[in-house]
């Protein structure tokens, strides 16, 4: 029982680990996007709701190649 115990322990401990990693991924992240809008770099895609996966896909696509 007591091996089983240990682990649930350690895989717990491992979620937990890639949780706190995936959330400061994204606080990273997050910095970025506010400081490209500061800039005024934000990307201009317009509504979400008015454009299909593939244009957005291209856009970003180009967004991205033009910062490099």
């Known amino acids: 029982m007591g091996g089983s115990l240990e682990r649930v322990s350690a895989n717990v401990t ?4 890639s949780l ?3 959330h ?3 606080k990273v992240n997050e910095a ?4 490209q809008a500061s800039l005024g770099q ?3 895609i ?7 996966l593939d244009d957005l896909k291209q856009k970003l696509h180009v967004l991205l190649q033009d910062q490099v």
């Open 46 to 52: 317009g509504a979400l709701d008015d454009i299909t």
């Open 32 to 35: 970025i996007s506010r400081i």
């Open 24 to 26: 400061s991924v994204a």
């Open 14 to 17: 491992a979620i937990l680990s």
């Open 20 to 22: 706190r990693l995936y």
């Open 42 to 44: 934000e990307p201009d």
